[in-house]
T-cell receptor
Framework: GQSLEQPSEVTAVEGAIVQINCTYQ??????LSWYQQHDGGAPTFLSY????GLEETGRFSSFLSRSDSYGYLLLQELQMKDSASYFC??????????FGTGTRLTVIP | EAGVTQSPTHLIKTRGQQATLRCSPI?????VYWYQQALGLGLQFLLW???????NRGNFPPRFSGRQFPNYSSELNVNALELEDSALYLC????????????FGPGTRLTVL
């Protein structure tokens, strides 16, 4: 079967750095994506890793290790508006995204 | 550029009825995906349409069906509604190569009473 594991909740202080981990077990793998979803809103694309290594986009970075079936999303200089749910998603050979259950990030002052 | 649009925003039905949800993809996108997100849960893949054909289907009963029109817009139909069908239904579109980034619409909140 297919599975994605990520922590259900994370709390961090404004201005700090937080890392959200994602481990996966899927029948096919084309890449790891990260999406952000604010309460009541639609998921929005943050980043995509097809190859091992770190991808940086502003305050957000995403890392992938295909050999370890592991990735993470790193958020720096946390802001209150970063409070949201973050989903990792694996692109599989079935040509769709398989989503994790999401990590709810709460940023506190 | 307009994003993915969905209608209606909210839909209230009673058990046993049918619901029809609509989605218009971003211009130029040929793939449309449907997801179900129950309250507090992750996104469960429902259906993928590309170039008018159903390409893949998630682990949902046959009463969940849909279609894609020549203009690439899509419709999701849920027959014989059950209480547990209450959820946010999200539509996403992509350029159609399957593993491209998916762009989501605002969703339709379906409530089954």
């Amino acid at each position: 079967g297919q599975s994605l594991e990520q922590p259900s909740e994370v709390t961090a202080v404004e201005g700090a750095i937080v890392q959200i981990n994602c481990t996966y077990q899927t029948s096919g793998f084309y890449g790891l994506s990260w999406y952000q979803q604010h309460d009541g809103g639609a998921p929005t694309f943050l980043s995509y890793n097809a190859l091992d290594g770190l991808e940086e986009t502003g305050r957000f970075s995403s890392f992938l290790s295909r050999s370890d079936s592991y990735g993470y999303l790193l958020l720096q200089e946390l802001q209150m508006k970063d409070s949201a749910s973050y989903f990792c998603a694996v692109g599989t050979g079935a040509n769709n995204l398989f989503f994790g259950t999401g990590t709810r990030l709460t940023v506190i002052p | 550029e307009a994003g993915v649009t969905q209608s209606p925003t909210h839909l209230i039905k009673t058990r046993g009825q049918q619901a029809t949800l609509r989605c218009s993809p971003i211009s130029g996108h040929t793939s449309v995906y449907w997801y179900q997100q129950a309250l507090g849960l992750g996104l469960q893949f429902l259906l993928w349409y590309d170039e008018g054909e159903e390409r893949n289907r998630g682990n949902f009963p046959p009463r969940f069906s849909g279609r894609q029109f020549p203009n690439y817009s899509s419709e999701l139909n849920v027959n014989a509604l059950e209480l547990e069908d209450s959820a946010l239904y999200l539509c996403a579109s992509s350029l159609g190569r399957g593993t491209d980034t998916q762009y989501f619409g605002p969703g339709t909140r379906l409530t089954v009473l």
